[in-house]
């Protein structure tokens, strides 16, 4: 059985800073694309970050030079390094990692249950 857990969210002030954590365990081979989604309150989910199993990473226009997306592939964790936060910013953050559980066996994807993000004064 495979989960994926983020943790990390909170209260912060605008031009503050979050690292979110998206942690995967247990039966795993090896994980391929992870990305970081958001939905705000009345919106639809979006992309915000995505990195491949070799680090290329990709950003939505409005986070670019704000936030960072990272992996630890020891600790099949995945990171997102939030900078300079804005109220718009405000959302439940989500991971979404591709992950083959055995050598045969195809990537299958994988929600996290989110963490709340608030930016607020």
């Known amino acids: 059985q495979v989960q994926v857990v983020e943790s990390g969210g909170g209260l912060v002030q605008p031009g503050g800073s979050l690292r979110l954590s998206c942690a995967a365990s247990?039966?795993?081979?090896?994980?391929?694309?992870i990305d970081w989604y958001r939905q705000a309150p009345g919106k639809q989910r979006e992309l915000v970050a995505t990195?491949?199993?070799?680090?290329?990473?990709t950003y939505a226009d409005s986070v670019k030079g704000r936030f960072t997306i990272s992996r630890d592939n020891a600790k099949k964790t995945a990171y997102l390094q939030m900078n300079s936060l804005k109220p718009e910013d405000t959302a439940v953050y989500y991971c979404?990692?591709?992950?083959?559980?055995?050598?045969?066996?195809?990537?299958?994807?994988?929600w996290g249950q989110g963490t709340q993000v608030t930016v607020s004064s």
């Open positions: 990195i491949t199993s070799r680090s290329a990473t």
């Open positions: 247990g039966r795993i081979f090896s994980i391929n694309v």
């Open positions: 979404y990692a591709e992950i083959k559980g055995d050598s045969i066996s195809s990537y299958r994807r994988y």
